[in-house]
């Protein structure tokens, strides 16, 4: 601490960068050519920033990063073939683009591709650039608002006799200094001379209320790069518009940067830069950026130099990266199996040295899954990469460690320490601690025993960063900053053992041993140490002639789980004493070349076999503890052996961790230190008394302190209260601290977050009592808990807070549980399952029993919120990927992909859901899968939201139907078959949540009239041991009309607020039966009922006459039609007669979605008056009968049924009449009707071809349109899209495009995202992009036609 007057000499600077506790720093100046020079280090990471400071050179001078890749494929184009033509082509945006005279491509082939930006940006990066983006339209949105109110005000003053005011607009327009895209032409408000002001003014209004919907509903997509791809003769090369201009004439083409180091700049505001590769022969461009600063700074750690401030470098200054993006963008730069897969085959495929993942996830079982066995057995055993993983930032309880890198073989597991020289220049403390692990740091031992984490190094530094986030130092801690600096030391091994000991070969199992062999003991669980550079390197020279230093040794506990180590954890594991067989096998290196042998020529083989065949250890053992009791002697072949151990644990102190090793020392040289060690654990647990609670005592803290006490849960309880008490006498004595409170319980197969909480809590931070006193502080902290299970609680003064404190601490357990047969509780054992009932059953009885203590508060509540349908594949297809990118290390060919496509409808916006596929999901590591992932597109092929192993709530925004494709890729096809049926569970949040009805006696679920007896269970309290029955009406729930017949309703169930909830799932029942209407007998006829003969010729004639209407339809000859046509009118009343001419009307508007005027609509100017003529002819005879349809709303007679049937067939036919009217109308008020209709539509062209140079409507004709419009108003929804189509053209006609344009925005905005409603979406997009180019509004225009490719792209993107 500097003296108050008085400042340091000069800045810690070593501390910025801690090298100097790992000697790493002492280590590079002796031995400054072992820099990590010769050494390629894979970063797996979010992507390394190529404009970041220190990360641009190697201390010798070469290039740092040999090559990014982005492994996830979230960067990748599909490019198509396009020709071009004097130097232009079209992009994939829909863009002209103008090419550079300069570049070389003899084989005169381009290919095109886009990306929207937003796609390759982090998140923080694209909300700066989308804001920056919003803000810039916006501004000229609001312009073009200005100028149009402007206008209205105009013409609103002039009608008042203001002339001088309409100066306004011109006014307008010179202040606003709009673009010419943005600016409002007068055209757009234009009228006609016999235009009334009214008519003006509607519009006007309309402009308004039109800019005000565009406005509130803009959302910037970002933009949509297009990519040109071509081969100069020597390589592939791209070019990206990143300016959305078009225009590439000065553009540079950049290569592969393997091969050329060329860099660009995407974003040159943000300093945002990326990088290209090309796969499968060009048809796939890979946009290479980071996903995030995470994988800068650990690579800073790792290997940066600073020529100018070498005091910045990194650990290995010499050694070169190979940057390896495995955070996807798509899912919050999370890591993807594939991303995972690619890393691995990239990482041999460069012969990277070593290897670093600052990444993990917690994992349900420990040391499985085929990614980390494949990097175990391929990348370390085979091709000799030493891989370092951190272990985790879940702690400080036990089992902490995530996965890889804390629950694996094969890789070096690394927690994070907090050194002096960090807390003084790091986190600028006045006053330091002890040196520490930090307490967030997970620790091990991982489930099965083993030790979790190997070494401790540095967990934070201040070191290089993205120049997007604009700076070039940073400071971040976690053990994703320990593991990149012992992967640093890793690279001063390796980069020395290359240049000491030329060709003699190096396993990573020889650079594990020495790194943790020769680590600074720190007082942590089981011997984990602080890495020591040159005492690590001292111990790779000494021992470089023992052949056991290659090898890498494998222990089996022969217990019901196999597990690596001896870990006993709940009370029954501890209660006596315990025997175990283990097994010991060593682990050789092996080579690729051996495996690529053949038998006639092995030499590498032979080695290997003799290698093993010399192989031997007479081992010595011995047990670190008096509890465990091993032999004295063990001899070990290259095929291991077996001992036995014995370890009582009856006389330890119950509540304590109590841990020992079985180390094995060669007897040769046992000055060594052990070969391996077994690591022991024994958590004995605290019994619980019957008043369910437990006091820990009064814990006592001092900085870097942690407390950890093991309690057994009582079966039964479900639910923990841990009670902290401190009293204000210490807060008085000593600085406020923030405390960690972690507690946690394991579960067989079960990731350990499932039991598990971590607070913070601040002791001595708030005011006890006024003026001093007694009072004490009091925090309750709670979780839920499951019976039999030995529950952690552990308490950590956090590292850096200072002074000392006294807690006392207590646990008190609640709980109440299912007590029906098969149900719940089985000789008194822990919940594992929800509970289900069937809504078929009209009452559900459950019995609930209290086993732990008396439970006051009990009121139950069922409550469901979500509804999950079950779905099916419509589609499935396997096939193989390509091998470039995606093949299985172990055996060298192509992975297959899976891919499921389901149908999801969401009935309402903004709906939330959960996807779940168990089989696969909520597995990474762990996953005997290669991947799964998901994405869910809507009817235009739109890509909405992806989602990968670990599932999480969706919002999807849009009603409609969308496509969920699901890939899921694996080695094996033959057991991907076994999954192209696999169902799919949606879980879709409830509008509003229904609440089950729940009584104590069956009669009160169906009645109020009967008193229950006094026997009763009335709520409120249920003694220990005491069973009550609760039971649901199941018959009476209120179940929402979306859910049909097997549908699961899920919620809660809740006994008591001091208890933990259940799962609940209600099976919907089939649906009620709706009694048919019962219809009055009509009157008896009078006329003589017909023969059995007549009603046969009568029905028989009838169905001949409906087949030769449904011909009228489909006729494609004009010829045949007509006389169909004539045939049928010839011999028809009023009813037959509106049906055959209906018939005809509709195969003269075949194609009612497309706009009137289009080519699509087939309707020519004389196609058009005769619809308008037929369609007349349909209304006079369906008007009056359509009328009646009213009379007969509540039809009880079968005659009025009748009638009401035929009003109502008249009422649609009515309906249809004035659409296609209108439709005609509008085509002829229009002035361009199909200009091609006699290629496409022959039958419809009148031979003298009249009419079609008609270019404006007349009155009389847009009169007829108005009548035609208004009385279709009166028979059809407004928002109909067939009446939006017929009827906006109306306001065209008058010049009021704003007008015409509103339900047509209304309806794009609430109509659902169908694919049988594409065609209408597509015309009244169309028409939209019409009506805003007649406002001439070109900066709404250039914005949808922008969007057009994101929102309608024409394939599904690629998962």
């Known amino acids: 601490m500097a003296n108050k007057t008085t400042p340091r000499q000069e800045f810690p600077t070593h501390g910025l960068m801690p090298r100097g506790e790992t000697q790493a720093a002492e280590f590079v100046r002796k031995y400054p050519q072992y820099d990590g020079r010769g050494v390629v280090a894979a970063v797996l990471d979010t992507g390394i920033d190529p404009g970041a400071k220190g990360l641009q050179v190697t201390s010798e001078g070469k290039r740092k990063v040999v090559d990014y890749i982005d492994c996830t494929g979230s960067g990748d184009v599909e490019l198509s073939d396009v020709c071009a033509e004097e130097l232009t082509l079209k992009g994939a945006s829909g863009r002209t683009l103008r090419l550079n005279a300069e570049w070389k491509n003899p084989t005169g082939e381009w290919r095109v591709g886009a990306k929207r930006l937003s796609r390759l940006l982090p998140g923080e990066v694209w909300m700066s650039v989308s804001a920056e983006r919003s803000q810039r339209f916006r501004k000229n949105a609001q312009q073009l608002t200005d100028a149009v109110l402007a206008k209205k005000g105009a013409v609103q003053d002039k009608d008042q006799g203001k002339v001088s005011e309409v100066s306004k607009v011109s006014e307008v327009s010179k202040v606003s200094e709009v673009s010419k895209a943005s600016e409002i032409s007068a055209k757009s408000i234009k009228t006609k001379d016999s235009d009334t002001s009214k008519n003006l003014t509607e519009e006007l209004d309309a402009q308004v209320d039109v800019l005000k919907t565009l406005n509130s509903a803009y959302v910037d997509l970002g933009p949509l790069l297009d990519c040109v791809v071509f081969h100069d003769g020597e390589q592939w090369r791209a070019a990206i518009d990143v300016d959305e201009s078009g225009d590439l004439s000065a553009a540079a083409a950049l290569g592969a940067y393997k091969h050329t180091s060329d860099v660009g700049e995407l974003c040159k505001r943000q300093l945002f830069y990326y990088t290209l590769n090309f796969y499968d022969e060009g048809r796939t461009l890979s946009i290479v950026t980071c996903a995030g600063s995470h994988s800068t700074h650990v690579a800073g750690i790792l290997a940066a130099h600073h020529p100018e401030e070498p005091q910045n470098d990194g650990v290995a200054p010499g050694a070169q990266l190979l940057s390896l993006m495995i955070g996807d963008h798509r899912v919050g730069s999370m890591e993807t199996g594939v991303g995972l897969t690619r890393a691995v085959n990239a990482i041999v495929e460069y012969g990277a040295d070593v290897a670093n993942m600052s990444y993990g996830e917690p994992s349900s079982s420990p040391n499985v899954g085929q990614w980390v066995q494949t990097v175990a057995q391929e990348v370390v055993r085979r091709h000799g990469c030493v891989f370092v993983s951190s272990a985790g930032n879940e702690g400080p309880a036990l089992s902490s460690t995530g996965s890889p890198g804390g629950t694996s073989d094969g890789f070096i597991g690394v927690g994070a320490h907090v050194g002096y020289d960090q807390m003084l220049a790091e986190y600028a403390m006045y006053e330091t601690v002890g040196d520490t692990v930090f307490t967030w740091s997970s620790r091990g031992p991982t489930p099965d025993g083993d030790r979790g984490v190997d070494v401790y190094a540095p967990g934070s530094a201040i070191t290089s960063f993205p120049a997007y986030c604009k700076e070039r130092l940073c400071l971040r801690n976690g053990t994703s900053m320990s593991s990149p600096n012992l992967c640093g030391v890793a690279a001063l091994l390796v980069s020395a053992w290359k240049q000491e000991m030329g060709g003699a070969s190096l396993s990573p199992y020889r650079v594990k041993n020495a790194i943790v062999s020769t680590a600074k003991p720190i007082g942590e669980l089981h011997g984990a140490g602080m890495v020591q550079t040159d005492s690590a390197w001292q111990f790779l020279k000494r021992y470089a002639a023992r052949a056991a230093e290659q090898v890498s040794w494998r222990t089996h506990v022969d217990d019901s789980r196999r597990a690596r180590g001896i870990y006993l954890r709940n009370a029954e594991e501890s209660a006596h004493a315990r025997f175990f067989n283990v097994s010991v096998v060593p682990v050789f290196p092996t080579s690729e070349k051996a495996r690529l042998e053949h038998d006639s020529d092995g030499e590498n083989g032979r080695l290997e076999s003799q290698a093993q065949f010399d192989f031997e250890q007479r081992l010595l053992l011995v047990a670190t503890e008096s509890w465990v009791s091993v032999p004295d002697a063990l001899y070990v072949a290259s095929q291991g052996n077996k001992f036995a151990a014995r370890v009582d644990a009856t006389k330890l102190q119950a509540g304590r961790l109590h841990t020992a090793s079985i180390d094995a020392y060669d007897s040769t040289d046992v000055d060594r230190g052990p070969v391996f060690s077994i690591p022991v654990t024994v958590t004995k647990p605290l019994h619980v008394d019957a008043s369910a609670c437990v006091d820990l005592g009064t814990l006592q803290f001092r900085p870097t302190e942690i407390v950890r006490r093991f309690v057994a849960v009582p079966p039964g309880a479900t639910r923990a209260h841990i009670v902290l008490r401190a009293s204000n006498a210490a807060a008085l004595e000593s600085s406020p601290a923030l405390f960690y409170l972690h507690c946690m319980q394991l579960e067989p197969a079960t990731r350990f977050r499932k039991f598990f909480m971590r607070e913070r809590v601040s002791i001595g931070h708030k005011s006890y009592a006024a003026g001093g006193g007694s009072a004490e502080q009091k925090e309750t902290k709670t979780m839920d808990v499951i019976g039999g299970a030995t529950l952690e609680v552990c308490l950590a003064q956090f590292w850096n807070q200072l002074g000392a404190h006294d807690i006392d601490v207590r646990v008190e357990f609640n709980g109440i549980v299912p007590a029906n047969g098969g149900g719940a509780l089985a000789e008194g054992g822990p919940l594992r399952a929800g509970i289900t009932v069937h809504g078929s059953n009209a009452v559900a009885r459950l019995d609930f029993i209290a086993p732990v203590r008396p ?306 609509a087939c309707l020519t100017a004389a196609s058009a008056r005769r619809a308008v003529g037929i369609a007349d002819s349909v209304i006079e005879l369906t008007r009056t009968q359509a009328l009646t349809a009213r009379l007969y709303e509540k039809a009880q007679t079968d005659d009025e049924k009748t009638l009401k049937k035929q009003a109502e067939l008249a009422r649609t036919q009515l309906i249809a009449a004035l659409t296609t009217k209108c439709r005609a109308l509008a085509a002829l008020t229009h002035g361009s009707v199909s200009a091609t209709a006699s290629e496409t539509c022959a039958d419809y062209v009148e031979v003298d071809g009249s009419d079609n140079d008609e270019t404006d409507a007349s009155e009389q004709t847009v009169q007829e349109y108005e009548r035609a419009a208004a009385e279709l108003r009166q028979w059809a929804a407004a928002d109909d899209v067939s009446v939006v189509i017929a009827t906006a053209p109306l306001h065209m006609a008058r010049h009021q495009y704003a007008r015409a344009l509103q339900p047509v925005l209304a309806w794009l905005a609430k109509a659902p995202m169908k694919p049988a409603n594409a065609a209408e979406r597509r015309s009244m997009v169309e028409l939209r992009n019409q009506l805003l180019a007649k406002l001439q509004w070109t900066i709404w225009s250039a914005h949808f036609r922008a969007i057009a490719p994101i929102e309608s792209p024409a394939t599904y993107e690629r998962l």
């Open 855 to 1160: 439970e006051y508060d009990v009121s139950p509540s069922i409550v469901l919120t979500k509804a999950r349908k079950t779905l099916r594949p419509h589609e499935a297809v396997i096939s193989p990927l390509g091998a470039e990118r995606d093949t299985h290390l172990a055996t060298g060919s192509a992975l297959y992909k899976l891919e499921l496509d389901y149908r999801l409808e969401t009935t309402r916006e903004e709906t939330q859901l959960c996807l779940h596929m168990p089989a696969v999901d909520t597995q990474i590591y762990e996953n005997w899968a290669d991947n799964f992932a998901l994405a869910i597109f809507d009817a235009n092929k739109r890509y909405l939201i992806s989602q990968i192993s670990y599932t999480s709530p969706l919002l999807i925004k849009q009603c409609g139907e969308s496509l969920v494709r699901v890939q899921i890729r694996h080695r094996s096809a033959k057991d991907l078959e076994a999954l192209k049926d696999i169902p799919l569970l949606v879980d879709v949040v409830l509008k509003s949540s229904i609440r089950l009805t729940t009584k104590f006696d069956m009669a009160s679920i169906f009645t109020s009239t009967v008193s229950s007896s006094a026997a009763v269970y009335r709520g409120g309290f249920i003694a220990k041991g005491s069973r009550i029955p609760l039971f649901i009406d199941t018959i009476g729930a209120a179940v929402p009309s979306e859910a049909a017949p097997g549908d699961v309703l899920v919620g809660k169930l809740t006994m008591s607020r001091h208890t933990a909830n259940f799962d609940f799932e209600y099976v919907v029942p089939a649906k009620s039966i709706k009694k048919p209407e019962e219809s009055t007998p009509a009157a008896p006829k009078t006329d003589k009922p017909e023969s059995k003969e007549e009603q046969d010729q009568r029905e028989m004639n009838e169905a001949l006459r409906r087949v030769r209407v449904d011909w009228v339809k489909k006729s494609r000859d004009d010829g045949v039609r007509t006389r169909l046509v004539t045939d049928l009118l010839a011999n028809s009343n009023d009813e037959q007669r509106a049906e055959v001419l209906a018939a005809q009307l509709s195969a003269l508007d075949a194609t009612s979605s497309a706009l009137p005027w289009s080519e699509a």
